[in-house]
């Protein structure tokens, strides 16, 4: 007994086990009951079930019965809330068509699970616009709907007078209508609601008549500071003063809804309602050319959320997949009377007895620019202000539309003249001063100059001289729109740059230091293998630099210029590009104050310390303006370029320019053997005399000093003769003092 009842209550698992169905959750808000969104759960979940996929599709609705009066708001706070902090709670979410670049980081990519020909269908004027952005595929549309033109037929007939067309005719039959109408004593008679009030129906109404005017269908949309805007916007205002007033303009949806069902209106612009209105007629909206015009894209997208399990993922993309199929979008189309995205239906003529074809192939789309902006919400909240100032006379057509085209508009110094006349005249200085230092360079060849530059072999010296272009070149990548690849440039540029410039001079530097180690010695003659093992640690960096967060971002300005920087100021690879810095300087210093009174190199010696202070001083102030919120994108460039020119500048003038100003006080043969002071000095560390008074060995910085009072080769030792030790004891440092300056004092002979 016990037996059986074991295996009923098993077999019962495994029943359970094979009728148990994934439930796939989304979640949507919804003006009404959802009723809609209901039945569509239904089709999918029979759906399911005949072709046993154990898929059982639900929803949450955010409804003005569940939620608040700003039910909206409520539903975009909880989305933005759960996505991110990486939630699993809905699988599927179903949003409004302008959000989608909202949800790109959030969102799976529908490329990667969805087949190509399940995509072509969607590859027309409609879908990728709302849809797709970076080539990603954030979401799919469910249905859409569109804005169309209402026409009282009635009141128009009885004037003898058509649909109109153009926006001028538009004016004009409404003015003659009116006039009539106020004859017979009708003066309650509104021309054109507008739809402009203080929400998202004013982006709508005015993106919809910028495009609209338009010279042809196939022209693109003008944008903003074109002069149709302009235009549009006028006619826009002409319509509103002759025909209706701005506080119908400003009346919110439900008024005109109002309007439609009561007939005061003479033009209504409106969503299609999937409704019949018997006194009036829906056509495309008109433009300022007759067959141009220009329709809002609404509606719903689907998205699947990332963060689910692939199992979960898997089964999410069946439900996309089969609302989003062609066999279903034309029910939705047919039984529903919502418009779809797949435009290719609407040649299908069984599509077609039920459902006004002609009027959905004559809509000229254009979406909402949500991809143009971060923060879209923030956008119409800026668009709308700036076009009801115009409205009520606050603001000029181009004011306004310039303001609203700041608000996704990011600004740069571009090098043509027309457009800015500094980055053109900086552009060609730079340019300029690049060419005056490869022309500097091959002057070192020439006889008269050739001891003035014998502190470094000439390779080294064209290597300091590139250093310096990497840094002028820097400028370059500022003209133009800041990109993520031209801010690790500049971060390659600014790593190279120090490491062609000053590794030159610190070889040379360690190999004549009077204090000598092994690794020095052997250097003496390995100054290419050095230099490589420089360049390969910074190529590690470099490589580096592109897992890092160094990449262009926008920096928004409120009422004003919006421009793209380069962020990663703080990040770890930033850090360590300064410590190498500070690094390369710091042993340079130290060698140059060991070497500071050596009388062969002392000219070198201080050009290189000033070489060195100067630019930490620029490079400060960089990393300084670098953290710094500046509002204008001029001075962000100028301090720029100016600091990556003075850079470039600094160091070309004291490391190399300058040296054709010295005076030359020896003859080649003699300074040919500054190499030779390398092999032939002592060392501080090995000199038999560096013991002090009570004959203990002397301290570390006791030889520094000892290095760095020490004069080196005296002026009339020959060149077999060792140059002088390191030597310090009491009451030797101003004799050491002395000796120097005398030897200074004194020309050296041939």
């Given at each position: 007994?016990?037996?059986?009842?074991?295996?009923?209550?098993?077999?019962?698992?495994?029943?359970?086990?094979?009728?148990?169905?994934?439930?796939?959750?989304?979640?949507?808000?919804?003006?009404?009951?959802?009723?809609?969104?209901?039945?569509?759960t239904?089709?999918?979940?029979?759906?399911?079930?005949?072709?046993?996929?154990?898929?059982?599709?639900?929803?949450?609705?955010?409804?003005?019965?569940?939620?608040?009066?700003?039910?909206?708001?409520e539903?975009?706070?909880?989305?933005?809330?759960?996505?991110?902090?990486?939630?699993d709670?809905?699988?599927?979410?179903?949003?409004?068509?302008?959000?989608?670049?909202?949800?790109?980081?959030?969102?799976?990519?529908?490329?990667?699970?969805?087949?190509?020909?399940?995509?072509a269908?969607?590859?027309?004027?409609?879908?990728?616009?709302?849809?797709?952005?970076?080539?990603?595929?954030?979401?799919?549309p469910?249905?859409l709907?569109?804005?169309?033109?209402?026409?009282?037929?009635?009141?128009?007939?009885?004037?003898g007078?058509?649909?109109?067309?153009?926006?001028?005719?538009?004016?004009?039959?409404?003015?003659?209508?009116?006039?009539?109408?106020?004859?017979?004593?009708?003066?309650?008679?509104?021309?054109?609601?507008?739809?402009?009030?203080?929400?998202?129906?004013?982006?709508?109404?005015?993106?919809?008549?910028?495009?609209?005017?338009?010279?042809?269908?196939?022209?693109?949309?003008?944008?903003?500071?074109?002069?149709?805007?302009?235009?549009?916007?006028?006619?826009?205002k002409?319509?509103?003063?002759?025909?209706?007033?701005?506080?119908?303009?400003?009346?919110?949806?439900?008024?005109?809804i109002?309007?439609?069902?009561?007939?005061?209106?003479?033009?209504?612009?409106?969503?299609?309602?999937?409704?019949?209105?018997?006194?009036?007629?829906?056509?495309?909206?008109?433009?300022?050319?007759?067959?141009?015009?220009?329709?809002?894209?609404?509606?719903?997208?689907?998205?699947?959320?990332?963060?689910?399990?692939?199992?979960?993922?898997?089964?999410?993309?069946?439900?996309?997949?089969?609302?989003?199929?062609?066999?279903?979008?034309?029910?939705?189309?047919?039984?529903?009377?919502?418009?779809?995205?797949?435009?290719?239906?609407?040649?299908?003529?069984?599509?077609?007895?039920?459902f006004?074809?002609?009027?959905?192939?004559?809509?000229?789309?254009?979406?909402?620019?949500?991809?143009?902006?971060?923060?879209?919400?923030?956008?119409?909240?800026?668009?709308?202000?700036?076009?009801?100032?115009?409205?009520?006379?606050?603001?000029?057509?181009?004011?306004?539309?310039?303001?609203?085209?700041?608000?996704i508009?990011?600004?740069?110094?571009?090098?043509?003249?027309?457009?800015?006349?500094?980055?053109?005249?900086?552009?060609?200085?730079?340019?300029?001063?690049?060419?005056?230092?490869?022309?500097?360079?091959?002057?070192?060849?020439?006889?008269?100059?050739?001891?003035?530059?014998?502190?470094?072999?000439?390779?080294?010296?064209?290597?300091?001289i590139?250093?310096?272009?990497?840094?002028?070149?820097?400028?370059?990548?500022?003209?133009?729109?800041?990109?993520?690849?031209?801010?690790?440039?500049?971060?390659?540029f600014?790593?190279?740059?120090?490491?062609?410039?000053?590794?030159?001079?610190?070889?040379?530097?360690?190999?004549?230091?009077?204090i000598?180690?092994?690794?020095?010695?052997?250097?003496?003659?390995?100054?290419?293998?050095?230099?490589?093992?420089?360049?390969?640690?910074?190529?590690?960096?470099?490589?580096?630099?592109?897992?890092?967060?160094?990449?262009?971002?926008?920096?928004?300005?409120e009422?004003?210029?919006?421009?793209?920087?380069?962020?990663?100021?703080?990040?770890?690879?930033?850090?360590?590009?300064?410590?190498?810095?500070?690094?390369?300087?710091?042993?340079?210093?130290?060698?140059?104050?060991?070497?500071?009174?050596?009388?062969?190199?002392?000219?070198?010696?201080?050009?290189?310390?000033s070489?060195?202070?100067?630019?930490?001083?620029?490079?400060l102030?960089?990393?300084?303006?670098?953290?710094?919120?500046?509002?204008?994108?001029?001075?962000?460039?100028?301090?720029?370029?100016?600091?990556?020119?003075?850079?470039?500048?600094?160091?070309?003038?004291?490391?190399?320019?300058?040296?054709f100003?010295?005076?030359?006080?020896?003859?080649?043969?003699?300074?040919?053997?500054i190499?030779?002071?390398?092999?032939?000095?002592?060392?501080?560390?090995?000199?038999?005399?560096?013991?002090?008074?009570?004959?203990?060995?002397?301290?570390?910085?006791?030889?520094?000093?000892?290095?760095?009072?020490?004069?080196?080769?005296?002026s009339?030792?020959?060149?077999?003769?060792?140059?002088?030790?390191?030597n310090?004891s009491?009451?030797?440092h101003?004799?050491?003092?002395?000796?120097?300056?005398?030897?200074?004092?004194?020309?050296?002979?041939?």
């Open positions: 007994m016990k037996l059986k009842l074991g295996l009923d209550f098993y077999i019962q698992l495994i029943l359970i086990s094979f009728t148990y169905s994934l439930k796939i959750t989304s979640v949507i808000w919804t003006y009404d009951d959802g009723s809609f969104f209901k039945s569509i239904n089709d999918f979940n029979e759906y399911a079930k005949k072709n046993n996929l154990d898929i059982e599709l639900e929803f949450v609705f955010f409804t003005t019965q569940n939620t608040t009066t700003n039910f909206v708001n539903f975009d706070s909880t989305v933005d809330f759960l996505l991110s902090r990486k939630s709670k809905y699988d599927v979410y179903f949003y409004d068509v302008q959000y989608s670049r909202k949800y790109f980081d959030y969102f799976i990519d529908l490329n990667d699970y969805l087949s190509k020909e399940h995509l269908k969607y590859e027309n004027d409609v879908a990728p616009q709302i849809g797709r952005y970076n080539g990603k595929w954030i979401g799919l469910l249905y709907n569109y804005e169309v033109l209402h026409s009282n037929i009635v009141l128009l007939e009885k004037y007078l058509g649909i109109p067309k153009t926006w001028d005719q538009l004016l004009e039959y409404g003015e003659k209508v009116l006039e009539g109408e106020a004859k017979e004593g009708n003066t309650d008679l509104i021309g054109y609601n507008g739809l402009c009030s203080d929400t998202e129906s004013c982006v709508c109404t005015v993106q919809e008549l910028i495009h609209s005017f338009r010279e042809t269908p196939q022209s693109p949309f003008p944008g903003y500071s074109s002069q149709e805007a302009i235009d549009s916007l006028n006619k826009f002409e319509i509103m003063n002759k025909i209706s007033t701005y506080e119908i303009f400003n009346s919110y949806d439900e008024f005109s109002y309007g439609l069902f009561s007939q005061s209106f003479l033009f209504v612009k409106f969503w299609d309602l999937s409704l019949t209105i018997p006194e009036y007629k829906k056509t495309v909206l008109v433009g300022k050319n007759e067959g141009v015009s220009g329709t809002t894209i609404g509606g719903y997208n689907i998205g699947v959320c990332k963060y689910i399990s692939e199992k979960r993922i898997q089964a999410a993309i069946k439900v996309v997949e089969f609302l989003t199929s062609e066999e279903y979008q034309k029910k939705l189309t047919t039984t529903r009377h919502v418009y779809s995205a797949m435009r290719s239906i609407y040649e299908d003529e069984e599509v077609c007895k039920s006004d074809c002609e009027t959905e192939k004559q809509f000229q789309p254009i979406a909402r620019p949500s991809f143009e902006t971060d923060d879209y919400d923030e956008f119409s909240y800026g668009f709308r202000r700036n076009v009801l100032q115009f409205l009520n006379g606050n603001l000029t057509a181009a004011e306004a539309l310039n303001n609203v085209n700041d608000l508009a990011y600004y740069s110094i571009s090098i043509n003249p027309k457009e800015s006349s500094f980055g053109f005249v900086s552009l060609i200085l730079t340019i300029l001063f690049i060419i005056i230092m490869i022309l500097s360079y091959t002057l070192i060849f020439k006889k008269d100059f050739k001891p003035k530059f014998a502190f470094l072999p000439k390779d080294f010296w064209f290597l300091i590139f250093g310096s272009i990497l840094y002028m070149s820097m400028s370059f990548l500022e003209y133009g729109t800041i990109s993520d690849f031209k801010c690790r440039t500049k971060y390659i600014r790593v190279f740059g120090l490491v062609f410039t000053y590794t030159p001079l610190l070889y040379r530097l360690v190999i004549i230091s009077p000598k180690t092994r690794l020095s010695i052997w250097l003496d003659s390995k100054r290419y293998v050095f230099l490589l093992a420089m360049v390969a640690l910074n190529i590690i960096l470099c490589g580096l630099s592109f897992t890092a967060p160094i990449k262009a971002v926008n920096f928004k300005v009422h004003g210029k919006n421009f793209r920087v380069c962020s990663g100021d703080k990040s770890l690879i930033t850090i360590v590009l300064i410590l190498e810095e500070v690094a390369m300087f710091v042993t340079l210093s130290f060698y140059a104050f060991l070497e500071w009174h050596m009388a062969r190199v002392i000219k070198d010696i201080r050009a290189i310390q070489s060195i202070v100067v630019y930490m001083f620029l490079l102030l960089l990393d300084i303006i670098n953290s710094l919120n500046i509002n204008s994108f001029n001075i962000y460039f100028i301090t720029h370029w100016l600091l990556y020119t003075l850079i470039s500048i600094s160091n070309f003038i004291l490391l190399f320019d300058i040296r100003l010295w005076k030359l006080e020896e003859d080649d043969s003699e300074l040919s053997n190499r030779s002071t390398t092999l032939s000095s002592r060392t501080c560390s090995k000199s038999n005399n560096n013991i002090t008074k009570n004959g203990s060995t002397p301290s570390l910085i006791s030889k520094v000093v000892n290095c760095h009072y020490n004069a080196g080769m005296e009339n030792t020959s060149k077999n003769t060792p140059i002088s030790t390191c310090y009491a009451g030797s101003s004799q050491i003092v002395q000796s120097s300056q005398i030897q200074l004092q004194t020309p050296r002979n041939s």
